[in-house]
C-alpha cells in the first residue's frame, strides 16, 4: 500500500521557503531532505505565508504523519525544531568517522611524507 503523495507544487513552496536554504544549499540537497523542512512550518505558516488552504495543510499533515514527523508547534523554537532533525545527525555522524579514518589509518600517513628535494 501507497502512503500518501505530496503534490509538487507544494514540495515546490517548501523548496522556495527560507526554511529550505537552511537544511540544504542545492536542490538536490534539499529535495533529499523535504520531511526535514516540511516539518519546520507551522501550521499558520503554511496557511499565511504558503498561501495554502485548510485541505491542504491536512494533506501535508498526513503526509508528514505518514514519514512519522509532524508539523512544528507555534510555541517551539525554530532552532531547537533544527537541532532535532536527522540530516544533522547524519552529517555529523559521518565527518566524525571520516576524520578518525583519515587520522588512523597508517597508509594515508605514509602517503603524507615530505619527498627530499634534489639538491
Known sequence: ?????????????????????????????QLDYIVDIASL???????RRLGLNRVVVRQVETWLGSHG??????????DVAMCGLEFRKRRIRRSRLGARRRRLDPKAAAGTTPSKEPG
Not at 512550518?41 to 496557511?47: I, Y
Open 1 to 29: 500500500m501507497a502512503g500518501p503523495h505530496l503534490p509538487e507544487r507544494i514540495v515546490t513552496l517548501f523548496l522556495s521557503s527560507d526554511y529550505a536554504r537552511l537544511v540544504g544549499a542545492t536542490v538536490s540537497e
Open 41 to 47: 512550518h507551522t501550521r499558520d505558516e503554511l496557511l
Open 69 to 78: 514527523r509532524r508539523l512544528r508547534r507555534p510555541t517551539e523554537s525554530i
